[in-house]
């Protein structure tokens, strides 16, 4: 079955510093979503990627997906408290838009 | 502002007893809807599509008996869970599809639900 495998699992970080996180599917997938979550709430819509090598960005986030759309990683660049959550990337299968969700990053950043 | 409102966003009951969960999307009529679950510290796990008009589609492993889809209008969905068991506790969330030009998938706000 496939498979969205998210690294790494927690980062804890300085305010300040730049950091990555990445997801990576067993499949090419039709779209990759990046969402943010405080546990026990709902998701914030990140960023959404369809076209294989597409880059995105949003004010310090920037999320990337490769030539096979199999890998995509967010980048967030002088991190701050307000960072801090849950990162969760979905794939999209098929154009009906039900994803596959990765397991998580816990980003905690330090003052 | 929200583009999916969900309610209840908690809910407590006692075993036994059956929970309804509303899915609404206010800005755009969506014929396809999703649930997800999501129990501690594990990712979400999609449940199943609830499509306008017609049956849900179920993943492997959801009882359909035991998860009633109801997908009456273009612009709400409802989840119940019937005969709820402490088991069944968890996080039930919804996705709306917003297709085209502009495609996203939007979030509830999710429901936390704990059975006693």
């Known amino acids: 079955s496939q498979e969205l495998e998210q690294s790494p699992q927690s980062l804890i970080v300085q305010e300040g510093k730049n950091l990555t996180i990445n997801c990576t599917s067993s499949k090419t997938l039709y779209g990759l979503y990046w969402y943010k979550q405080k546990y026990g709430e709902g998701l914030i819509f990140l960023m959404m990627l369809q076209k294989g090598g597409e880059e995105k960005s949003h004010e310090k986030i920037t999320a990337k997906l490769d030539e096979k759309k199999q890998q995509s990683s967010l980048h967030i660049t002088a991190s701050q408290p307000s960072h801090a959550g849950i990162y969760l990337c979905?794939?999209?299968?098929?154009?009906?838009?039900?994803?596959?969700f990765g397991k998580g990053t816990k980003l905690s950043v330090k003052p | 502002g929200a583009v999916v409102s969900q309610h209840p966003s908690r809910v407590i009951c006692k075993s036994g007893t059956s929970v309804k969960i509303e899915c609404r999307s206010l800005d755009f009529q969506a014929t396809t809807m999703f649930w997800y679950r999501q129990f501690p510290k594990q990712s979400l796990m999609l449940m199943a599509t609830s499509n306008e008009g017609s049956k849900a589609t179920y993943e492997q492993g959801v009882e359909k008996d035991k998860f009633l889809i109801n997908h009456a209008s273009l612009t709400l969905s409802t989840l119940t869970v019937t005969s709820a068991h402490p088991e069944d506790s968890s996080f039930y969330i919804c996705s709306v599809h917003r297709t085209g030009r502009d495609e996203k998938l939007f979030f509830g706000s999710g429901t936390q639900l704990s059975v006693l």
């Open positions: 979905g794939g999209a299968r098929g154009s009906q838009g039900n994803l596959i």
